[in-house]
């Protein structure tokens, strides 16, 4: 049987979270960034220890704050269908503070107005471009410590550039879901979305 995982990424202009899901569905990066404008939804199937999940991977736009009831969700087309997803990526740039108080502020809110009774949605906070490791603004010890132990979410430092620790952030992203084949931390992981680019669809 296979297993459906939907999924929002979420962050502030500019900190690569479009790069990442291309990366992570063709093994591709641009030096070119383009604003998402508009919600983008993408398709890829993940097989793992030889079981296969869908992934709806939804990858919207910058929001001013996230909607309080489900009637807030569907009257702005670029917030549909964001409170209704197994998971939240929230993914910040290592390198820019307030890419940071953005996802504080939206992981915030999203505790605040989902729905009774799905508070465990789970939550993985991103650090992008590890490769500007130089320009940090917030020591990696106190954003980790702080996710990990005060906010009880997953945390993952990546590369879209260098297509670094993106498998990991998937994998992370699976077992957070609850996927009971997905527990081993040295799975066997292949992605088909890269290979197969009429699984993607864009909205």
């Known amino acids: 049987m296979v297993s459906t995982y939907r999924v929002a990424v979420l962050g502030a202009r500019g900190v690569g979270k479009s790069a990442i899901v291309r ?3 063709y093994n591709e990066f641009s030096e070119v960034c383009v604003p998402t404008t508009a ?14 999940h869908d992934l709806q991977i939804l990858d919207f736009p910058p929001i001013s704050a996230f909607p309080v009831n489900t009637l807030q969700e569907w009257a702005d087309a670029c917030c549909r269908g964001l409170r209704s997803v197994h998971a939240y990526i929230l993914v910040y740039d290592i390198c820019c503070f307030d890419s940071f108080e953005y996802v504080k502020t939206i992981r915030q809110q999203i505790l605040e107005t ?39 979410c997953g945390y993952v430092e990546c ?41 993607c669809a864009v909205m």
């Open 114 to 152: 989902r729905v009774i009774g799905t508070s465990e949605t789970p939550i993985i906070i991103v650090g992008n471009k590890r490769d500007l490791q130089r320009g940090r603004v917030i020591p990696r010890w106190n954003v980790s410590h702080l996710v990990r132990k005060t906010w009880k």
């Open 39 to 52: 919600r983008r939804l993408y398709l890829p199937a993940v097989v793992m220890n030889g079981h296969v």
């Open 23 to 25: 990366q992570f569905l």
């Open 159 to 199: 590369s879209a550039k260098y297509n670094w620790h993106i498998l990991l952030l998937f994998s992370e992203l699976l077992k957070s879901v609850g996927c009971a084949r997905c527990k081993h931390v040295h799975a066997a992981l292949r992605f088909q979305g890269a290979l197969r680019r009429n699984r």
